[in-house]
C-alpha cells in the first residue's frame, strides 16, 4: 500500500505560480514512477507530467515548458512547478503511484494508487 497526500493547491491570478507537493508513505519511494493528473467539472482525469524513479520526464504538450516535475526520493515527496498558470489550468490535481518503476506513463489506468486531490484555480 501507499498513501499519497497532496498539497499546495490554491486560488492564483493568471500568470502566477504555484508549487504543487505529494508525500509518499507506506511502501518504497523508489519502487514507483508517479504522475500527476488533473481533472477539471464535467471532464476526464487528464495526464499532466510523470517521473519515473531515476527522473526521467514526460509532460502534456499544454503544460510544457511552463511546469516541471521533479521528485525528492529521500523525501519521499513529488512536486509539480506550475508557471505561467492560465485560467485553463484551472482543475483538481491528483498525483498518482505507478509500480512500473521506469515508465512515464499518461494513462491513468496504470496507477495503483492515488491522492485525493487538491484543487487549483486560475482566475483571469
Known amino acids: 500500500q501507499v498513501q499519497l497526500v497532496e498539497s499546495g493547491g490554491g486560488l492564483v491570478q493568471a500568470g502566477g505560480s504555484l508549487r504543487l507537493s505529494c508525500a509518499a508513505s507506506?511502501?518504497?519511494?523508489?519502487?514507483?514512477?508517479m504522475g500527476w493528473f488533473r481533472q477539471a467539472p464535467g471532464k476526464e482525469r487528464e495526464f499532466v507530467a510523470a517521473i519515473n524513479w531515476i527522473g526521467g520526464t514526460y509532460y502534456a504538450s499544454s503544460v510544457k515548458g511552463r511546469f516541471t516535475i521533479s521528485r525528492d526520493n529521500a523525501k519521499n515527496t513529488v512536486y509539480l512547478q506550475m508557471n505561467s498558470l492560465k485560467p485553463e489550468d484551472t482543475a483538481v490535481y491528483y498525483c498518482?503511484?505507478?509500480?512500473?518503476?521506469?515508465?512515464?506513463?499518461?494513462?491513468?489506468?496504470?496507477?495503483?494508487?492515488w491522492g485525493q486531490g487538491t484543487q487549483v484555480t486560475v482566475s483571469s
Open positions: 507506506g511502501r518504497t519511494f523508489r519502487g514507483y514512477a
Open positions: 498518482g503511484a505507478d509500480p512500473r518503476v521506469a515508465i512515464t506513463a499518461t494513462d491513468p489506468k496504470f496507477y495503483d494508487y
